[in-house]
């Protein structure tokens, strides 16, 4: 038997950088266009995680107040040195509503976005690796929750929770929006684990004997979780276009709770016909920039991770000059 | 190569849409220029629920109602209430047993004429169906209704009514053609061929959601209407009907507008705003047997400190005003009673001195509830003023919370211990901003029994003429001192019309009722 | 052998479609029965005393225990009674054929311009990756796509119903046209062609813009994504290569074997991105006051009207389920490999 040189085994910290280095190198790869976009997009994204981290140092007011050394902000004032974004109908500061907004979006948005995956991946996981009736069951609930049209099962949702003892608020927002997207990780997990459960070298691991729960964790787990990132960041633009949508129905967050742009958007509509524009063109713009930012970021890494879109791009091939000697092995 | 080919597509697509949009402009869209002239388009937020009378208890469907069908007594013109289809009804002492006399000639919009047949009838139907809208119950205390003859009907009560003439004038009292209307069963909305009425209109089409269409009643007995006909367009967002009302799609608009809305309006070209004192009410509920409010001087203390002009200005643009009773000013017998006694404005020092007296935490916290969608987005800005006013004098601590109206209604006195409701006279008279509120086992279960008011009501239901108003301003002073609840502004009638709409300012008054019939369109 | 398992394949999906509307009749039943509340409290509490308000509950039933209501509704169902809306009286059937069809006419003209908008864009941007025709084509899905309905509506409104004055802003058609159009199908356009009535075709048409090219756009923003992924992925294919190796013009290989390629799974997508529409449709709905069951519906969950809302939902899930069913079907007469 031919000795092949045994490379060193390289100690356990360094496997796992080595590991991530390898997971991430298609990011590292891209190039043009995919580039661009994911650093623009991650920078809109950051730009609004600073403003919602830092809201109460960048934000001039707080969200609920209405007036400074007791004197009243004016109602709907135009944007001015004193309120860059004008006031709202409350005395509100529109640009102290935004920042704040920021807060509220991503506050929700994460919560959902961890909880549906908490939910939908594991039980994917599992339902896709044993099978059997259960599998076809979840199936079935599963599909019956993807054909409903999303809006309206996180309405029905939010409206039951909101009447609950849970109250209106932050948590009812997440669990609504959650409910919505809980069976899309669900599919794509389950299909997955159900493609891979067949590939030879889970056959190979469950013929040597591995229990089951080895060979989810070191074989389908990785394999399987590299869908999610791509998922969960085009499910987190959706998830803020879906509590906007709420909030503009008024099932989301009540003013005095929180700053939600689609309920200031739902309040601005009738100021908007009064030739007041401020009040709702700025949480609108808000929106729609963070959900670009956030979209970028997905398509960016869908054209990065996505084996079919994937360029690899490669070094420059040199030939080798005619007539050098060609080495034998 | 591909590319240019694609540049041309991309410059001949741009080329069509510039066409399209030329065409578009040179037939800009602009009123509703096309159809007939005299009639009257009016747009409305809002849902009918039921248009057959014995079913009807709600607002949007009592404007539907009252072009089409009529009742003994009624407001033709102006508050005073007069005889409509009868020519007058006359009682026994112990005011048990109503006589009423029949106008002759009368006919249904189909021809039928009209007799005691019809209104006994129509009284027999409304008891029998027991509607789930609840309108029976205006009925409670008719035991029976004969007749006596062809235009006699005689009404016997179980109990002393003095109101019994504004019973007949809402739509629980309406006639309807015993032809058409079945006796057991309510009439569907769309069903326009059996819903016979002796009204200036007759209901010609409705589309749920959309639209009622009614046209003239050629056989009315009374005054013609000033115009050829009524549309009443139905809207889910009062700015869209805004933007119909700026563009002339529609001719008027009545319910409702947000007061940013009216204030815009009140300055556009082409648009007249009309309003005149009106009676919906709005106030804070106590539930006087829950900590903290069953304290009376924490009662008082917020009475003396509710911000009724900050409201009234800033919240509603001054399209309401600042409420001292119940009963809302304009009615026979309202007082000015919470006025006399904590002052047209807030007072910190008084109710600093009634904390004191309380003998409770400062700041005490208390929950103020209030429900978002059923009385407009508006509503929770009411609320979030009264938290900053009561927050700002260091008395009070407020929490506010809020429930969907379909839970709220169900809750209300069970479950809040102060909450805000708002209130629609089934008739306008003070009694139904009295006897509803300060009975006990009121309908908002607020705990109220008071035996002092209790009797008042009873005197108050057994007199007519000045010892009736005499005992109407008794109660409104004893609630004012014992305080079940804090009313805040009564509301403007508001209508927005187009300049070329007349005779709206006739039909604004303390019924609030919508007249069509004196509407005109030049 | 193809035609017995596209057959079985078939029945076994038409099978799977009873469960699933009965799964979600039940779900709907829980959920809505769980919150407090109902109906009739929605109509009456406020100024009806409460006595009075028990005694209607108990009259239609609301006091009956869970699984007797449960046992009602589903007789109701299969008797083919979908009962009557509560908070205004309207049967739950014709409120499905009424403003179904004001939401299907609205749906299906915002499919053509999503269609149109998201397979042009999509198709340019996937074939000319990277250049600025894609980068330009991408931007613009994205933008589309992350307006929100009622943002986007709300500035068509203004632009171009209130400043420039060009098109209406709301309702199906001008209300004398609404009063005075005699309702076959009540889809409001082919109402209009049936009566030969061409001025109301033409003020049913003005209406239809806004509405549709608002829903449709944002429609737009999912299309092009994903007929452009599409496209990049049929240009891959070996047959692709095997054409260009023949020497087949670029153009015609692009176009004739790519384009036409590519362009089947955009019959799946469209299926099942049908949810997607409707969802949008109750936002559209409300921005521009269509007469639609999104619009309804909003409605009828507020009032706690248990018979509306199970109705609406009911017909809703069987449509998309139908759909989605249909798209399968399409899909796997072309690809036997589909086939379960």
């Not at chain 1, 997905?298 to 084996?307: K, Q, V």
């Not at chain 3, 014709?94 to 999503?114: P, S």
Request: hydrophobic share 45%.
């Amino acid at each position: 038997m031919a000795a092949t040189a045994s490379r060193p085994v390289p100690p356990r910290g360094r496997a796992r950088l080595i590991a991530v280095g390898r997971a991430t190198k298609p990011i590292r790869e891209a190039r043009g266009t995919a580039r661009g976009m994911l650093w623009a997009g991650a920078a809109l994204t950051l730009f609004f995680v600073v403003l919602a981290a830092f809201a109460s140092f960048i934000s001039p007011y707080g969200f609920n107040e209405y007036k400074s050394n007791g004197v009243r902000f004016a109602q709907l004032a135009h944007p001015s040195s004193a309120h860059w974004m004008g006031t709202t109908v409350l005395s509100n500061d529109v640009m102290a509503r935004v920042v704040y907004g920021a807060q509220t979006e991503l506050k929700v948005v994460a919560l959902a976005l961890v909880m549906s995956i908490a939910i939908g991946v594991p039980l994917g996981l599992l339902s896709g690796f044993f099978g059997g009736p259960l599998d076809r069951a979840l199936v079935l609930i599963n599909d019956v929750l993807l054909a409903f049209p999303y809006l309206l099962l996180a309405i029905v949702v939010a409206f039951l929770l909101s009447n609950s003892s849970i109250g209106a608020g932050i948590l009812t927002a997440a669990i609504a929006i959650t409910a919505a997207y809980v069976p899309v990780y669900f599919r794509v997990v389950r299909n997955h684990v159900v493609s891979l459960r067949e590939e030879a070298y889970v056959d190979a691991a469950r013929a040597l004997g591995a229990k089951p729960w080895t060979i989810i964790r070191k074989y389908v787990f990785f394999n399987v979780v590299q869908n999610v990132p791509p998922i969960a960041t085009l499910n987190a633009a959706d998830a803020v276009l879906l509590l906007a949508a709420l909030g503009f129905l008024g099932y989301g967050i009540q003013p005095t709770q929180g700053a939600e742009w689609g309920y200031d958007i739902s309040r601005a509509v009738s100021d908007a016909s009064s030739g007041i524009w401020w009040t709702g063109l700025f949480p609108g713009l808000a929106i729609v920039l963070l959900v670009t930012g956030l979209s970028l970021v997905g398509e960016s890494l869908n054209e990065t991770l996505n084996p079919v879109l994937r360029r690899r791009h490669f070094g420059r091939i040199e030939f080798p000059e005619l007539g050098e000697e060609r080495s034998d092995d | 190569m591909a590319k240019r080919r694609v540049r041309w597509l991309l410059t001949g697509s741009a080329v069509a849409a510039i066409a399209v949009a030329a065409a578009l402009a040179a037939t800009a869209y602009g009123g509703s220029k096309a159809g007939n002239n005299k009639v009257i388009i009016d747009g409305t937020t809002g849902t009918v629920v039921n248009i057959d009378p014995a079913n009807e208890y709600d607002y949007d469907s009592f404007t539907v109602d009252l072009p089409i069908f009529q009742g003994l007594y009624g407001f033709p013109t102006g508050a005073k209430l007069k005889p409509v289809l009868a020519t007058g009804c006359s009682h026994t002492k112990n005011l048990k047993t109503w006589t009423c006399h029949l106008r002759h000639n009368v006919k249904f919009s189909n021809g039928d004429p009209m007799t005691s047949a019809d209104v006994k009838y129509s009284f027999d139907r409304v008891q029998k169906i027991k509607g789930d809208q609840g309108i029976f119950t205006l009925l409670t205390y008719l035991q029976s209704t004969t007749t006596s003859g062809q235009y006699t009907v005689v009404f016997h009560l179980n109990h002393p009514d003095s109101i019994w003439p504004y019973i007949l004038s809402t739509n629980a009292g309406y006639v309807v053609d015993k032809n058409t209307f079945p006796a057991n069963s309510i009439l569907a909305n769309t069903d326009t061929s059996h819903m016979i009425g002796t009204g200036p209109y007759k209901l010609t089409k409705f589309t749920a959601g959309q639209q009622a269409v009614l046209t003239p009643n050629t056989n009315y007995w009374g005054a013609k209407p000033k115009n050829g006909g009524i549309i009443i367009d139905y809207y889910s967002k009062s700015s869209t009907m805004k933007l119909d009302l700026q563009q002339g799609n529609i001719d008027m608009a009545f319910q409702t507008f947000t007061p940013t809305e009216i204030s815009s309006m009140k300055k556009t070209k082409g648009l007249k705003v009309h309003s005149a004192p009106g009676v919906n009410i709005r106030y804070l509920v106590f539930n006087v047997k829950r900590p903290p409010f069953n304290n009376l001087h924490v009662r008082k203390a917020i009475a003396y400190l509710m911000p009724r002009q900050t409201i009234a200005k800033r919240v509603w643009h001054g399209t309401v005003k600042p409420l001292y009773s119940m009963v809302p000013a304009g009615l026979p017998g309202a007082s000015q009673a919470y006025k006399t006694m904590y002052g047209a404005k807030p007072n910190l020092a008084k109710a600093k001195a009634e904390m004191k007296k309380a003998h409770v935490k400062k700041p005490l916290p208390i929950t103020l509830w209030y429900t978002p969608t059923h009385y407009g987005d508006v509503s929770a800005d009411e609320y979030i003023e009264m938290q900053r006013a009561l927050n700002a004098s260091k008395l009070f601590k407020v929490t506010l919370k809020s429930a969907e109206w379909a839970q709220y209604s169900g809750a209300l006195g069970k479950v809040y211990g102060a909450f805000q409701l708002g209130w629609f006279p089934d008739y306008p008279d003070a009694d139904d901003y009295t006897v509803s509120f300060y009975q006990p086992q009121s309908f908002y279960n607020n705990g109220y029994a008071n035996s002092k008011m209790t009797k008042l009501i009873a005197k108050e239901r057994a007199t007519t003429g000045k010892a009736r108003i005499a005992n109407l301003k008794k109660m409104q002073t004893l609630a004012a001192k014992t305080l079940p609840t804090i009313p805040y502004w009564q509301g403007d009638m508001i209508a927005v019309g187009r300049s070329n709409v007349s005779g709206i300012p006739s039909t604004l008054d303390a019924t609030y009722y919508m007249r069509f019939w004196l509407l005109t369109k030049s | 052998m193809t035609g017995t398992s596209l057959r079985t394949y078939l029945l076994t999906r038409l099978a799977l479609v009873v469960p699933m509307v009965f799964i979600l009749l039940t779900l709907v039943f829980l959920l809505m029965r769980v919150a407090p509340g109902n109906p009739i409290q929605a109509a009456l509490g406020g100024h009806v005393p409460p006595a009075q308000v028990k005694i209607i509950e108990h009259r239609l039933g609301f006091d009956k225990p869970l699984y007797t209501q449960y046992g009602d509704y589903l007789w109701g169902i299969v008797r083919g009674n979908f009962g009557t809306s509560i908070s205004d009286n309207r049967p739950i059937t014709q409120i499905i054929t009424q403003n179904g069809a004001a939401t299907l006419e609205l749906t299906f003209f915002a499919m053509i311009v999503a269609i149109v908008v998201g397979v042009s864009v999509g198709l340019l941007a996937g074939r000319f990756r990277d250049t600025g025709l894609d980068v330009f084509g991408r931007m613009f899905g994205i933008l589309i796509y992350a307006m929100p309905v009622f943002f986007l509506g709300l500035m068509a409104q203004l632009v171009f119903g209130v400043w420039l004055g060009w098109l209406p802003i709301s309702d199906q058609a001008s209300p004398i046209n609404q009063a005075l159009l005699p309702a076959h199908t009540n889809i409001m356009f082919i109402d209009a062609i049936w009566a030969r009535n061409w001025a109301a075709l033409w003020d049913v048409t003005k209406h239809l813009i806004l509405p549709a090219l608002t829903l449709g756009l944002v429609t737009a923003g999912v299309f092009i994504r994903l007929v452009r992924i599409n496209v990049i992925r049929t240009l891959r294919d070996d047959y692709i290569e095997a054409a260009r190796a023949r020497g087949i013009d670029e153009r015609k290989v692009v176009y004739t074997h790519a384009f036409k390629n590519a362009l089947v799974p955009v019959i799946t997508i469209v299926g099942l991105n049908f949810a997607v529409l409707l969802g949008g449709a109750v936002l559209t709905e409300e921005t521009f006051n269509w007469p639609g069951i999104g619009h309804e519906l909003v409605l009828y969950v507020q009032n706690r009207d248990y018979a509306a809302v199970q109705g609406i939902i009911i017909v809703f899930a069987l449509v998309v389920v139908f759909v989605s069913m249909l798209v399968d079907f399409l899909n796997a007469y072309v690809d036997p490999r589909i086939r379960y």
